[in-house]
């Protein structure tokens, strides 16, 4: 079982910053592809990026490209999402995924832009871009 905690989220101006961290726990970290999503409300929940679990290839949903960036750590067991020039339409609750079921995979990019590809889910956390 891995178990996902997302932070780092909060309010910021539109142009500003912030960097969302997901530590993972209960598993070999290092073996997953993991994947950010978010949520508006009234919205299905939409892939943002995604990183591979050797972490040489990574992937970004086009309205994110140049502004938001993946990486991860494996000796802290923690994948990161750093935000920049954020916009209003960035406003919404951001999960962190894992592939849990798929350890040391290597699929085309676009089966990590799909929700089903992955297994285990964190909690969410709130990103509000004030205008």
């Known amino acids: 079982q891995m178990q996902l905690v997302e932070s780092g989220g909060g309010l910021v101006q539109t142009g500003g910053s912030l960097r969302l961290s997901c530590a993972a726990s209960?598993?070999?970290?290092?073996?997953?592809?993991m994947g950010w999503f978010r949520q508006a409300p009234g919205k299905e929940r939409e892939f943002v990026s995604a990183?591979?679990?050797?972490?040489?290839?990574?992937y970004f949903t086009d309205s994110v490209k140049g502004r938001f960036t993946i990486s991860r750590d494996n000796a802290k067991n923690t994948v990161y999402l750093q935000m920049n020039s954020l916009k209003p339409e960035d406003t919404a609750v951001y999960y962190c995924?894992?592939?849990?079921?798929?350890?040391?995979?290597?699929?085309?990019?676009?089966?990590?832009?799909?929700?089903?590809?992955?297994?285990?889910w964190g909690q969410g956390t709130q990103v509000t871009v004030s205008s």
């Open positions: 995924a894992a592939d849990c079921q798929s350890p040391l995979r290597r699929y085309t990019g676009g089966y990590y832009g799909r929700r089903s590809s992955y297994d285990c």
């Open positions: 990183i591979m679990w050797s972490g040489d290839s990574t």
């Open positions: 209960g598993r070999t970290f290092s073996s997953y592809a």
